[in-house]
C-alpha cells in the first residue's frame, strides 16, 4: 500500500497564493498517475488535476490558468501550486496515486485550505 504524506494547506486571503506537497513512499515509477481532489463542506469530492510520470497536465475549468501539477520523480513528490486563490477554492485537498496496470490507488490524509479575508 503506497502511502502519502501532504503539507502546505493553510489560510489566505483571497488573491494570493499556496504550495501543497505530497510525498509518497515509493518512487514514482512510469505506471502511477498522480493527482489533487478537494472536498468543499457539504459537496463531493471532485479532481482538481491530474498529472503523469511524462509530466500531462489534465486541469478542471475551474482552476486552469491559476493551478499547477507539477512532479518530481526523484524525490517522490507531487505539487500543487495554487495562484490567485479564491473562496470558493476553500476545501480540503487530497491527494492521488492510481497504478495504471491494477487500478489500485491510494489517498493522502487531507489539507485545509481556507481562502478568507
Known amino acids: 500500500q503506497v502511502q502519502l504524506v501532504e503539507s502546505g494547506g493553510g489560510l489566505v486571503q483571497p488573491g494570493g497564493s499556496l504550495r501543497l506537497s505530497c510525498a509518497a513512499t515509493?518512487?514514482?515509477?512510469?505506471?502511477?498517475?498522480m493527482g489533487w481532489y478537494r472536498q468543499a463542506p457539504g459537496k463531493e469530492r471532485e479532481l482538481v488535476g491530474t498529472?503523469?510520470?511524462?509530466?500531462?497536465?489534465y486541469y478542471t475549468d475551474a482552476v486552469k490558468g491559476r493551478f499547477t501539477i507539477s512532479r518530481d520523480n526523484t524525490k517522490s513528490t507531487l505539487y500543487l501550486q495554487m495562484n490567485t486563490l479564491k473562496p470558493e477554492d476553500t476545501a480540503i485537498y487530497y491527494c492521488?496515486?492510481?497504478?495504471?496496470?491494477?487500478?489500485?490507488?491510494?489517498w493522502g490524509q487531507g489539507t485545509q485550505v481556507t481562502v478568507s479575508s
Open positions: 498529472i503523469t510520470f511524462g509530466g500531462q497536465t
Open positions: 515509493v518512487p514514482l515509477f512510469s505506471w502511477y498517475v
Open positions: 492521488n496515486i492510481e497504478n495504471v496496470r491494477d487500478g489500485r490507488s491510494s
